[in-house]
T-cell receptor, first 113, second 114 residues
Framework: AQSVTQLGSHVSVSEGALVLLRCNYS??????LFWYVQYPNQGLQLLLK??????LVKGINGFEAEFKKSETSFHLTKPSAHMSDAAEYFC???????????FGAGTILRVKS | NAGVTQTPKFQVLKTGQSMTLQCAQD?????MSWYRQDPGMGLRLIHY???????DQGEVPNGYNVSRSTTEDFPLRLLSAAPSQTSVYFC?????????????FGAGSRLTVL
């Protein structure tokens, strides 16, 4: 079975500050890991994915995440927050093929001016 | 290229009524799925399909039916709506062989059951 825990349902940062959104996973097989972003009243869109290649994954809009097997973590970071980053972020784990992803509960990111 | 199209965007039902949420994709994706999104619970998989004529249950299938007669369409049927089915529903699709689970999501359908 696979599961995801996102620490912190709400995170607030100032514009220009570091963004850190935490994700821990549980998986009995080597996982594929994803971060999706959801802007208000929209569907989810992919930020980045880890598929057992490089452990540091770069995504869109300056986000990146590092896969740490020893810590079963896949935290999302961005060096400098922008107002447009305000959204809800979901971490997900899944098998190599198919669409049976397991999502975390989500973290709402607020960016203060 | 429309991607994944869901209709309707909003729907209000009374308890016991039935309805169908429509989902269509024009990317020739093999895999399609339905998720529901509830506050504080993320997205939970309802049903999924790996190709025309093949469907299977996800984490929360009770009260929902699906069928996949074509590659493009994957409707979700609520047989007898209950207030617990008030939620936002998302349809998603992905390639089968390649794509490594990169889901393309529709814009969502917000359902309220009174």
């Amino acid at each position: 079975a696979q599961s995801v825990t996102q620490l912190g349902s709400h995170v607030s940062v100032s514009e220009g500050a570091l963004v850190l959104l935490r994700c821990n996973y549980s998986s009995s097989v080597p996982p594929y890991l994803f971060w999706y972003v959801q802007y208000p009243n929209q569907g989810l869109q992919l930020l980045l994915k880890y598929t057992s290649a490089a452990t540091l994954v770069k995504g869109i809009n300056g986000f990146e995440a590092e896969f740490k097997k020893s810590e079963t973590s896949f935290h999302l970071t961005k060096p400098s927050a922008h107002m447009s980053d305000a959204a809800e972020y979901f971490c997900a784990v899944g098998p190599p093929r198919g669409n049976k992803l397991v999502f975390g509960a989500g973290t709402i990111l607020r960016v203060k001016s | 290229n429309a991607g994944v199209t869901q209709t309707p965007k909003f729907q209000v039902l009374k308890t016991g009524q039935s309805m169908t949420l429509q989902c269509a994709q024009d990317m020739n994706h093999e895999y399609m799925s339905w998720y529901r999104q509830d506050p504080g619970m993320g997205l939970r998989l309802i049903h999924y399909s790996v190709g025309a004529g093949i469907t299977d249950q996800g984490e929360v299938p009770n009260g929902y039916n699906v069928s996949r007669s074509t590659t493009e369409d994957f409707p979700l049927r609520l047989l007898s709506a209950a207030p617990s089915q008030t939620s936002v529903y998302f349809c998603a699709s992905s390639h089968g062989v390649s794509g490594a689970n990169v889901l393309t999501f529709g814009a969502g359908s917000r359902l309220t059951v009174l």
